[in-house]
């Protein structure tokens, strides 16, 4: 040894880095396969754990060791230039990775290579993982189950740390059952995949702990944790299990396993906890991202299947603050059926909808200043149709967004519309009487609804039709006679069959000819809705509608004109009935008025002759009495009495005549009804067989008609004879009352219904019954009793009770 050497000896010895000195040893072929150490350190000791190395070589200390190093210091022999390297041992030390220095030494004859050399292990392992995580962290992205991650990553992560197993589990709540749905394995070893009873892998200390803390186990059948057997049947030697928490409760597990005990190093414990929480947090974050998406695609698919149109708009304003357009920002599809508008999104209310009318901007600024919901129903110009929306302001103050949530009532408007319509319509008919007139102004209200330029009836009048009104805008009226055929034919026996013709534009409507086409062109006529009238069979008119330019007409148009067309009629029919009821009425007046004239003229003819002929008759008979035989008297006199019973009806007969015309001439004196009474029981006697039992008090004397009074009791007293059978009694009764006198008649007779008693009193009123001969009578003896009573400013009244008999009560006022 040189002092030199001796030095270095020292210095070497002292050195913090390992260092050797060795010879390579070349085979036949001149590759290097081992190499023998010639001179160590210390240190080298430590790092490589190989003890007394001297003199051996590296096969004999280590068979096991890689082929590169072999190779790496032949080549330093063999170039003769140094090299810089790092390279890993797996076999020395339970694995190291070296940074090296290595150059020639020496004669190169001598095949030497000095090296020098650390331990670099922690730090190519820290790199390592680190690779190995970014890795992880890079397939981790796309995946966002625990299946997938599992499924790709298993292999991964076992690889990774030379185990044959990488598995997930998860806990029941109770922590009672472990089940495993992922597992990565090798071929050596079964899958785990499946459900555990906890309380057979860990001991009851181990289960209460419910910890979050990572198990690391080195021997599973040395760990006083676990259960050994169950351990040993599933060929589980040694594992790391890392928990994850899920709301602070243990729930699930990554584990690797080995099969063998092993010991593990801190940096793969390490490596497994920063792999979990990567896996975790990813787990986490893709969970929460279903969970939106979830939460996301519920809110697009109501945002796109509700029956609403839905928008949010964005308010634009001008630098003086006010609203001047806005923004689309987003339309569900409701939006884009309901307005017709494709893929308004981030476009201008300007550009897509440009008439749109102020107020609906008035509306959303509003909303954005205040904050305050609406609800409003405004029409569309843009889109021609009638909206029920709320609008409410997006965010807070300063937002100038606007959602809007509305639906079409275009129909509802529209049939509100046509309510209104109808209603008007039906009001403005009802007071006419003019068919002419109902038609006309059916026609000028319908014009106006629809807006059309032209409205009117058109009679059918043979080969023609006439139209004498016409509801005109624009275009002179066409009034006038017009030949059906020079409209077209095909309309006119559409007209006839009572189908309604609908025509949208003349000019191309096909059925049309061309002659045709010309008429319609002078006659202004591009467009047209018309409803025959047909009635039995017959078309009798025509309502139509006409515009000056081609027209889209919509179903609803159609159908009011048909309505229109169909209250119309009926109006028309109406008041086509009403006419005739007027004029049935007027002709049974006439005819009235003229049987009252024909009973006044006749009675009035009747009256000279019958008296006179009673004159005659009376004469003859007191002759023939006189002078004649017993029988010829006895003809006279039953002559004189039927002369009688004539006066009597034609007497009847012109008071009732007389009466109507207002012409009873009543003249008063004083009476005694007493007497009046008296005289006409006499006379009824000696025609009746009844008992008649007068029963008279004293009266004052009154002013009446001293005639027609005894007009009125004769009527009584022949009625209640009349009505009742010879055996029994007629009851007159007279006395005074309050500020008057009543007469009563009774009679035992058949008496009168109820509802017949008020009828009575009645013009010509009998109470005929068909199972009975018909009394003598023509139903005018109590009209007359009663209007003369009325006369004296009494009342005639009636009492009765069928099958009992009735009482007639005369009153009448005594005059102070
Ligand atoms: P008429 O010539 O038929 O008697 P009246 O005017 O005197 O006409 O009477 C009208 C009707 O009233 C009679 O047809 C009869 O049916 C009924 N009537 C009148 N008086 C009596 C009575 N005393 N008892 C029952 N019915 C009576």
Redesign the pocket.
């Known amino acids: 040894m040189t002092i030199a050497a001796d030095k270095y000896g020292t210095l070497f010895n002292k050195m913090e880095q390992g260092f050797c000195i060795v010879e390579v040893i070349f085979d036949d072929a001149g590759q290097a396969v081992d190499y023998r150490f010639l001179e160590t350190n210390p240190v080298f000791e430590k790092q490589t754990g190989l003890q007394n190395a001297k003199g051996k070589t590296i096969k004999e200390l280590q068979p096991a060791h890689e082929a590169h190093w072999f190779r790496i210091y032949g080549d330093v022999v063999k170039t003769g230039e140094s090299i810089h390297f790092e390279n890993e041992a797996a076999y020395l030390a339970g694995g190291v990775w070296y940074e090296v220095f290595a150059f020639p030494f020496d004669k190169p004859e001598k095949k030497q290579v000095a090296i020098f050399f650390n331990d670099i292990t922690e730090r190519k392992k820290t790199e390592r993982n680190q690779t190995f995580l970014s890795e992880i962290s890079k397939d981790l992205v796309e995946l966002d189950t625990i299946s997938a991650t599992m499924e790709r990553m298993g292999e991964k992560i076992a690889k990774h740390f030379r185990v044959p197993w990488a598995s997930f589990a998860e806990f029941t709540d109770d922590l009672e059952t472990g089940i495993v749905p992922f597992d990565w394995h090798d071929a050596n070893v079964p899958s785990l995949k499946g459900s555990y009873r906890m309380d057979q892998l860990w001991t009851p200390e181990q289960m209460a702990k419910n910890n979050t803390e990572l198990m690391v186990t080195t021997d599973t059948q040395n760990d006083p944790r676990l259960f050994a057997q169950t351990y040993a049947a599933l060929g589980i030697g040694s594992f790391i299990s890392i928990p994850l928490a899920e709301h602070d409760k243990f729930r699930f597990m990554l584990s690797i396993l080995d099969a063998k005990p092993r010991l593990w190093h801190e940096d793969e414990i390490e490596l497994m906890r920063e792999l979990t929480v990567r896996i975790w947090t990813r787990l986490e974050k893709a969970r929460a991202e279903e969970a939106m998406r979830k939460s996301e695609d519920k809110y697009r698919s109501l945002f796109n299947t509700m029956d609403e149109g839905f928008s949010v708009l964005e308010i634009i304003y001008n630098d003086a603050g006010e609203a001047m357009d806005f923004l689309f920002i987003e339309v569900n599809k409701e939006f884009e059926r309901q307005t017709g508008l494709q893929d308004p999104t981030g476009k201008l209310g300007s550009e897509v909808v440009p008439h749109t009318e102020p107020y609906w901007l008035n509306i959303y600024d509003t909303v954005v200043r205040t904050g305050e919901q609406t609800r409003f129903e405004n029409y569309h110009e843009d889109s021609r149709r009638w909206y029920e929306s709320y609008a409410s302001r997006v965010g807070g103050p300063g937002s100038r967004q606007v959602a809007i949530v509305f639906r079409d009532i275009t129909d509802r408007k529209k049939a509100e519309e046509r309510q209104t319509f109808l209603l008007k319509l039906t009001d403005a008919l009802r007071p006419l009487a003019d068919p002419e007139e109902i038609q006309s102004v059916a026609a000028d209200l319908l014009g106006a609804h629809l807006k059309v330029n032209q409205s009117l009836y058109a009679e059918t009048i043979g080969d023609y039709v006439n139209i004498s009104h016409s509801y005109a805008i624009g275009v002179p009226p066409m009034i006038g006679k017009f030949r059906h055929q020079d409209y077209g034919i095909r309309l006119i026996q559409g007209y006839r069959a009572g189908e309604m013709q609908v025509c949208y534009n003349t000019r191309t409507d096909p059925t049309i000819s061309e002659a045709e086409r010309q008429v319609l062109s002078s006659a202004y006529i591009s467009a047209y809705v018309a409803v025959p009238l047909i009635k039995s069979g017959e078309w009798l008119g025509t309502l139509a509608v006409l515009s000056i330019v081609p027209r889209d007409w919509k179903q609803n148009e159609i159908d009011l004109v048909k309505e229109t067309a169909e209250r119309t009629w009926i109006a028309i029919e109406r008041a086509k009935s009403e006419d005739a009821l007027r004029k049935s009425e007027q002709q049974l007046k006439q005819l009235l008025q003229l049987r009252e004239d024909f009973i006044g003229i006749a009675s009035q003819e009747l009256q000279t002759p019958v008296t006179t002929m009673k004159v005659f008759a009376e004469v003859a008979q007191e002759k023939l009495e006189e002078h004649g035989s017993k029988e010829e008297g006895e003809l006279m006199r039953r002559l004189n009495r039927q002369i009688d019973r004539l006066t009597r009806v034609i007497n009847d007969l012109l008071d009732a005549s007389n009466i109507a015309e207002g012409k009873l001439r009543i003249y008063l004196e004083p009476t005694d009804m007493n007497e009046v009474i008296q005289e006409q029981v006499e006379e009824i006697k000696k025609i009746a067989a009844h008992q008649f039992n007068l029963q008279l008090n004293e009266l004052p004397i009154i002013d009446t008609d001293k005639e027609r009074m005894g007009q009125v009791i004769i009527?009584?007293l022949?009625?209640?004879v009349?009505?009742?059978s010879e055996d029994t009694t007629v009851t007159i009764t007279t006395e005074p009352v309050t500020n008057g006198i009543q007469v009563t008649?009774r009679?035992e007779?058949?008496?009168?219904t109820r509802e017949?008693q008020p009828k009575?009193?009645d013009r010509f009123?009998?109470?005929?019954d068909k199972n009975k001969t018909p009394?003598?009578?023509?139903?005018?003896?109590?009209?007359?009793?009663s209007q003369i009573i009325q006369r004296h400013g009494g009342t005639l009244t009636?009492e009765?009770e069928p099958g009992k008999?009735?009482v007639?009560v005369v009153t009448l006022p005594v005059e102070e």
């Open positions: 009527n009584l022949a009625n209640a009349k009505y009742s008649v009679d007779g058949c008496g009168i017949e009575i009193f009123y009998r109470i005929t009394s003598p009578g023509m139903g005018l003896g109590l009209y007359i009793s009636v009765s008999g009735s007639f």
